[in-house]
């Protein structure tokens, strides 16, 4: 039986997880039928059996969620949509035991009130599993079950089940990270915007909890993402328990051998903050990674850690992170953001409005440009104004949205003699 799915992701990365999940069907599904389908803003639509579903949860390093869609009509009123949620035959997927919780989301909606009718959905799915077995499910918006979704435009209503039940950015080793972290998705996705392929030196100057190089690290090592946490899909009544247990072994068989691996990665990572290295490594060792090699250094100072020209890929602060971590560019220690919280609201949102550190971005730059000849950088930020912070001219720069955040991921090709050189 193939089923319908909407697959999310951040915003940018579209094409790039349609051919992700080419990959993920060519090289798990053994033939099992898989049909890729429309890329839309925000997502991508495919058509598959069971294992399709369950693989693009478990080796997906882009999606967001995978969503099984149930059904779709037109609507004029919330009574409409109630009336379309009562008649789905509920009761064939999950049971008035399972919790619930429900998500509206709408483009141009016409309806007032996203709030009642998310009430009217969760109202509907009860009212159909009373009336079929005399009970009805409870709500927990917190850690549910079971959860629906409805996406509404103008006209049309369409009803999910999440087959993935936390975001599948939620890897499962990352339990120590800095302020505003980078989604791992996210990481994933511009990794495979880089162009980088495992075995090539990979560099992040600025890696705070260590977000880019565990992601760049599974890839290099063959880890599924999802290898180590549960899904939504396994609430369900119909899953294929049988072929899941299948793709999920294989997947721990991977990580068992990738824990005792010694590989060298050509991975390396930096940062100001000493903090942020421990946990760093505590991040690594939850996700089974060998040791990568990682220093405290200031980006300013940085030198490439290997001979051979790599990729270079980081998220400095900047918008709402803009906090350098240690020193900033006159070398003077920066006030904790425990010690601003302590100050009040107030003064804490005046340190996230000032303007990006210019001298440190211009020395930053010279770093590149004096010390990185013949790599590629790629530097993800909300400042549209960034190379000329850095004196450099980007190669390309692509739209993506870290959260509700809009930045452009900036490509700088460091090649000899492209920039002219400054005296000491």
Not at 9 to 36: D, K, M, Q, V
Not at 182 to 194: H, M, P, S, V
Not at 296 to 324: C, F, H, K, W
Not at 380 to 397: A, F, I, Q, V
């Amino acid at each position: 039986m193939s089923f319908d799915f909407f697959i999310p992701c951040p915003r940018g990365l579209e094409a790039t997880l349609a051919a992700e999940l080419g990959e993920i069907a060519a090289r798990y599904l053994s033939g099992a039928p898989f049909t890729p389908g429309a890329q839309v803003p925000g997502g991508v639509h495919f058509r598959g059996g069971w294992a399709a579903g369950m693989a693009a949860n478990l080796h997906s390093r882009i999606a967001s969620r995978v969503l099984l869609k149930i059904a779709q009509r037109p609507y004029r009123s919330e009574q409409d949509i109630y009336a379309f949620a009562l008649e789905q035959r509920w009761e064939q997927w999950f049971s008035a035991r399972e919790t619930l919780r429900v998500d509206v989301t709408a483009i141009k909606s016409p309806l007032r009130s996203l709030e009642f009718t998310t009430l009217r959905i969760k109202d509907a799915i009860c009212d159909r599993l009373r009336d079929v077995s005399g009970a009805r499910p409870s709500i927990d918006t917190s850690t549910p079950d079971v959860r629906v979704f409805a996406f509404l435009t103008a006209t049309e209503c369409t009803l999910y089940l999440d087959t993935s039940g936390d975001p599948l950015f939620k890897r499962g080793w990352r339990l120590d990270k800095g302020a505003a972290p980078l989604r791992e998705n996210l990481a994933a996705g511009i990794l495979r915007l880089t162009g980088w392929q495992a075995g090539t030196p990979l560099y992040d100057p600025m890696c705070g909890s260590g977000t880019f190089l565990a992601e760049a690290a599974q890839v290099a090592l063959g880890i599924a993402p999802g290898a180590e946490r549960n899904f939504g899909f396994e609430k369900l009544k119909q899953y294929d328990a049988p072929a899941w247990k299948s793709l999920k072994n294989a997947a721990l068989e991977t990580k068992r051998a990738a824990r005792v691996s010694q590989a060298d990665l050509q991975i390396f990572g930096s940062d100001i903050s000493g903090d942020m290295l421990d946990k760093a490594r505590a991040n690594f060792a939850r996700a089974g990674l060998p040791v990568i090699p990682l220093k405290q250094v200031d980006a300013r100072g940085m030198t490439p850690p290997t001979s051979t020209p790599g990729i270079l890929v980081a998220n400095p602060p900047y918008g709402e992170r803009i906090e350098v971590r240690g020193r900033n560019a006159r070398g003077e220690l920066r006030e904790s953001q425990a010690g601003r919280e302590s100050r009040g609201a107030e003064n804490f949102q005046r340190v996230h409005e000032e303007a990006p550190d210019a001298e440190f971005f211009q020395l930053l730059g010279d770093s590149l440009k004096q010390r990185f000849t013949g790599w590629h950088a790629f530097i993800l930020t909300s400042d549209r104004k960034l190379p000329g912070l850095l004196r450099l001219r980007e190669s390309t720069k692509t739209p993506l949205f870290n959260g509700a955040l809009e930045c452009r991921l900036f490509r700088f090709d460091l090649i000899a003699g492209s920039v002219r050189q400054r005296p000491a």
